[in-house]
């Protein structure tokens, strides 16, 4: 099951960017952006926090939230 984590793409699309201007902003390559507006990849928590300042929006924009699967405890 695919995991879309983050929302990268719909808030670029909201703000009418696009991955290039991101990747500029944030000092990425391009190909590294593509693969987090669609999810095959995650930016670390840093550049999150840098996406949300210049995207001008709140951190929790960016993070898709869901719930997940039971997982068993060690103890």
Same mark, same amino acid.
């Given at each position: 099951?695919?995991?879309?984590? %983050?929302?990268?793409?719909?808030? $670029?699309?909201?703000?009418?960017?696009?991955? =290039?201007? /991101?990747?500029?902003?944030?000092?990425?390559?391009?190909?590294?952006?593509?693969?987090?507006?669609? %999810?095959?990849?995650?930016?670390? $928590?840093?550049?999150?926090?840098?996406?949300? =300042?210049? /995207?001008?929006?709140?951190?929790?924009?960016?993070?898709?939230?869901?719930?997940?699967?039971?997982?068993?405890?060690?103890?």
């Amino acid at each position: 099951m695919e995991r879309k984590i %983050n929302r990268i793409k719909v808030m $670029l699309a909201e703000k009418g960017k696009t991955n =290039k201007w /991101l990747s500029e902003q944030v000092g990425k390559d391009p190909a590294t952006v593509s693969k987090w507006c669609t %999810n095959v990849a995650q930016p670390t $928590l840093e550049t999150m926090m840098q996406i949300a =300042k210049v /995207l001008e929006v709140d951190l929790n924009d960016l993070v898709r939230f869901e719930a997940l699967p039971e997982i068993d405890k060690k103890e």
